[in-house]
C-alpha cells in the first residue's frame, strides 16, 4: 500500500469518526437527561452527570403518554399493513403491466412524493372534518397513505423490474394465473425488497408528526405529538422529555439493528439467484 493510499485511508477514517461523534452526542445527551432529577435536567450551565433516576420513566406511565405510546403502535401497524397490501401489487403492476397513461401516473406517483404535507393538510382536514374522520385510527391510515403509497409503489416496481421476467413467463407456460405467478414466484424473489420497504414505511409511520398533529384527537393521539404533554406553559419537563424520545427512538433502533442485514440487502439490489 503507498504512502498516498494509506493517507487516504487515514483521511476517510477521521472524516467517519468525526461524523459519527456529531450523530451519536446528541443521543448520549438524550439518555444521559433522562436519567437526571428534573432540577438537574434543567440546570443552567447544563449538568453532564448528576444522579441517576428512573422518576422520568415513571413519569411516563402515569400521564397520558402510555396511551400515546399505545395509539402510534396501532397506527404503525394499520399503516404498514394497509400500505403494504395496495402499494407492492400495484408497483408489481406498475413493473410489468403495459397500460395507457402509465407514463403519466408514474410521474404522478413521483409528484406526488415530492410534494409536501403542508400544502394538502389543510383541505385535508376539511375533507377528512365533513367525512366524521378526524380522530379516527382509519381516517389516520387514510392520511398517512397519501404519502407512503406513492413511496411503496414506486420502491416495489424498481424491485420487481430487477427479477428476470422468464421466470414468470415459463410459470405462465406451465398454467399459473397472472396472481398465482405473482403470489408464488415474484413475491418469494422480492421478499428482501419488499421487507425493507415494510420497515421503511413502519419507520416512517411512527415518526410521523405532522399529520396527526392536524388529524388526530384525544383518543388517536400517537406518542410524537404526546410528547407536548411534558411542555408546559411556565415549565419544560426535560428529563420527561427526553424519556419519552427515548421511547420513540429505542423500537426504531432495535428494528433497524435486527434487519440491517435485510435491509442493506433490499436497498442495494434486486437480483434473483438461482
Known amino acids: 500500500m503507498s504512502r498516498r493510499q494509506r493517507r487516504r485511508r487515514l483521511l476517510s ?7 459519527l461523534v456529531f450523530i451519536f452526542v446528541p443521543y448520549l445527551w438524550i439518555f444521559l437527561t433522562a436519567l437526571k432529577r428534573p432540577v438537574d435536567a434543567a440546570a443552567v450551565p447544563p449538568m453532564i452527570f448528576s444522579p441517576i433516576t428512573t422518576r422520568n420513566f415513571e413519569a411516563l406511565l402515569e400521564g397520558p403518554f402510555a396511551g400515546s405510546l399505545v395509539a402510534s ?16 401489487p400495484a408497483g408489481y403492476a406498475f413493473a410489468r403491466g403495459k397500460f395507457r397513461g402509465r407514463r403519466f401516473f408514474t410521474g404522478w406517483l413521483l409528484l406526488s412524493r415530492m410534494v409536501p404535507p403542508v400544502i394538502f393538510i389543510i383541505p385535508l382536514f376539511l375533507f377528512f372534518h365533513r367525512l366524521k374522520l378526524v380522530d379516527t385510527y382509519h381516517g389516520l ?30 410459470a405462465r407456460i406451465d398454467g399459473a394465473s397472472r396472481t398465482r405467478t405473482f403470489l408464488d414466484v415474484v413475491l418469494p424473489l422480492a421478499r428482501p425488497g419488499v421487507l425493507t420497504v415494510g420497515l421503511l414505511i413502519a419507520i416512517a409511520a411512527w ?60 436497498l442495494s439490489a434486486g437480483a434473483v439467484k438461482g
Open 13 to 19: 477514517a477521521v472524516v467517519l469518526l468525526v461524523g
Open 73 to 88: 403502535v396501532i397506527i404503525t401497524v394499520l399503516t404498514t399493513a394497509a400500505t403494504m397490501v395496495l402499494g407492492v
Open 141 to 170: 391510515t387514510l392520511a398517512y397513505l397519501t404519502g407512503l403509497l406513492p413511496f411503496t409503489v414506486w420502491m416495489s416496481a424498481s424491485y420487481f423490474q430487477d427479477i428476470p421476467i422468464e421466470l414468470e413467463e415459463a
Open 207 to 266: 415518526s410521523e408528526y405532522f399529520i396527526p398533529l392536524i388529524l388526530a384527537g384525544i383518543k388517536t393521539t400517537p406518542a410524537t405529538v404526546g410528547l407536548v404533554n411534558f411542555i408546559g406553559i411556565d415549565t419544560l419537563n426535560w428529563g420527561a422529555l427526553a424519556a419519552g424520545s427515548l421511547a420513540l427512538v429505542i423500537p426504531t433502533f432495535i428494528v433497524t439493528l435486527l434487519a440491517q442485514r435485510g435491509m442493506l440487502r433490499g
